[in-house]
C-alpha cells in the first residue's frame, strides 16, 4: 500500500484543515487507518483512527471534539477534518494503515506510512 497525505497548509487559530489519505496499491479495505503528527524536536504522536469499514473511530485526548476521521472506501481515501485549530497543532501531520483496528495508534504496529503533509497554525 502507497499512502499519500495532503490538504495541510497555513491557517489561523480558530481555522479549520481537512486533510486527505489517498492509497493506491493493495485493498485499502483491508487496513484500518491512522493519522500521526510529528512537530520539530518531538516524538511522532498519535492523533486518531479509523476502522476498516469506518464503524469505529479513536481519538486522541487533544483531538477529541475538534477532529473527526471518515473515509471512503470506493476511493480508497480516508479523511481527517480538524476544526478549532490551536498553534500547538502544529506538525507534519502522516497517515498510516495497519491490519488491525486496536493496534493502529501504536507506530510500531504500523505497516505503511504516507509522506507527511504540513500544518502550521498561526496566533
Known amino acids: 500500500v502507497q499512502l499519500q497525505a495532503s490538504g495541510g497548509g497555513l491557517v489561523q487559530a480558530g481555522g479549520s484543515l481537512r486533510l486527505s489519505c489517498t492509497a493506491s496499491g493493495r485493498a485499502f479495505s483491508n487496513y484500518a487507518v491512522g493519522w500521526f503528527r510529528q512537530a520539530p524536536g518531538k516524538e511522532r504522536e498519535f492523533v486518531a483512527a479509523i476502522s476498516r469499514s469506518g464503524g469505529r473511530t479513536q481519538f486522541a485526548d487533544s483531538a477529541k471534539g475538534r477532529f473527526t476521521i471518515s473515509r471512503d472506501n470506493a476511493k ?48
Open 76 to 123: 480508497n481515501s480516508v479523511y481527517l477534518q480538524m476544526n478549532s485549530l490551536e498553534p500547538e497543532d502544529t506538525a507534519n501531520y502522516y497517515c498510516a494503515a495497519a491490519p488491525y483496528y486496536r493496534n493502529v495508534r501504536f507506530t510500531n504496529h504500523v505497516d505503511y506510512w504516507g509522506k507527511g503533509t504540513q500544518v502550521t497554525v498561526s496566533s
